[in-house]
């Protein structure tokens, strides 16, 4: 058995759908600095079963839903372009 965070997924899909459309480098460690930040925003949605994944998705399908995702990653977007840590010393 998993324990797994649907949220997680979605941010993970719909991350580069945003960023083809922002001047902000897309290289994986600002990626994923980007998806923690709007996880870290958002909900989450565990689920352990094949029938609490599938429930899970079902409530997604709104517009409400996704547009609170995208925000998010939006709002990440602006806080990462803003200060890149690839550019630190102290990684």
Do not use: W
């Amino acid at each position: 058995m998993e324990l797994k965070n649907y949220m997680e997924d979605l941010v993970l899909m719909k991350i580069d759908e945003v960023l083809k459309d922002q001047k902000v480098c897309r290289c994986e460690r600002c990626r994923m600095d980007i998806a923690a930040i709007a996880l870290n925003n958002l909900p989450p949605k565990y689920y352990v079963t094949r029938r609490g994944e599938v429930y899970s998705r079902a409530t997604s399908f709104n517009v409400q839903f996704e547009a609170d995702v995208v925000a998010a990653i939006l709002k990440a977007v602006k806080q990462v372009s803003g200060r890149p840590h690839h550019d630190r010393i102290d990684d």
